[in-house]
T-cell receptor, first 114, second 113 residues
Framework: GAVVSQHPSWVICKSGTSVKIECRSL??????MFWYRQFPKQSLMLMAT?????????EQGVEKDKFLINHASLTLSTLTVTSAHPEDSSFYIC??????????FGPGTRLTVL | GENVEQHPSTLSVQEGDSAVIKCTYS??????FPWYKQELGKRPQLIID?????GEKKDQRIAVTLNKTAKHFSLHITETQPEDSAVYFC????????????FGKGTHLIIQP
């Protein structure tokens, strides 16, 4: 099956700093990747759709200037949480879509902002 | 936008019995409905999916049914085993899965030995 990796798997940072999370499709090319956020004991919420070579599409309520997404190649999308605050602490999960529509998820990145 | 409701939030069944989880969706344009299993701290794993041109799909002990008219779909797990214990999420999207997924709130399935 399709393999998606994320790096780092966890990160702790100070309030006000920025954190970059990488999402890679390892054995296939993904023109579209998605970024989700999951708070403890809650469901996954779609944050944005990342399209290779074009601007990301953000869901309502998600600040595009705070959550910067770059999809520079067919195998890599990055999410940068800028000026992170404790309320940004969450589990960030990316997914990559294969032809046929299935989405395969990365292992997630647990962000803790102190 | 799409809204997906999932019930129950917690389901406890005896090992060997069947489990059924139900979801409803609001957007009639949605046409792709996957189910994911997520263990604590892990990524969601796709266990089965169904598209709107199909009413039922089965894979060994797992089956999904879809009623487009009523806008609801269900996950059926038969002969449950302890390793089936996890949180299960239903989801919906349009564009045959090309769009992002809208998830239900999840069902914590507990298999009692």
């Amino acid at each position: 099956g399709a393999v998606v990796s994320q790096h780092p798997s966890w990160v702790i940072c100070k309030s006000g700093t920025s954190v970059k999370i990488e999402c890679r499709s390892l054995d296939f090319q993904a023109t579209t990747m998605f970024w989700y956020r999951q708070f403890p004991k809650q469901s996954l919420m779609l944050m944005a759709t990342s399209n290779e070579g074009s601007k990301a599409t953000y869901e309502q309520g998600v600040e595009k200037d705070k959550f910067l997404i770059n999809h520079a190649s067919l195998t890599l999308s990055t999410l940068t949480v800028t000026s992170a605050h404790p309320e940004d602490s969450s589990f960030y999960i990316c997914s990559a879509r294969v032809s046929g529509g299935q989405q395969f998820f990365g292992p997630g990145t647990r962000l803790t902002v102190l | 936008g799409e809204n997906v409701e999932q019930h129950p939030s917690t389901l406890s069944v005896q090992e060997g019995d069947s489990a059924v989880i139900k979801c409803t969706y609001s957007d009639s344009a949605s046409n792709y409905f996957p189910w994911y299993k997520q263990e604590l701290g892990k990524r969601p794993q796709l266990i089965i999916d169904i598209r709107s041109n199909v009413g039922e799909k089965k894979d060994q002990r797992i089956a999904v049914t879809l009623n487009k008219t009523a806008k609801h779909f269900s996950l059926h797990i038969t002969e449950t085993q302890p390793e089936d214990s996890a949180v299960y999420f239903c989801a919906a999207s349009g564009g045959g899965g090309a769009d992002g997924l809208t998830f239900g709130k999840g069902t914590h399935l507990i298999i009692q030995p």
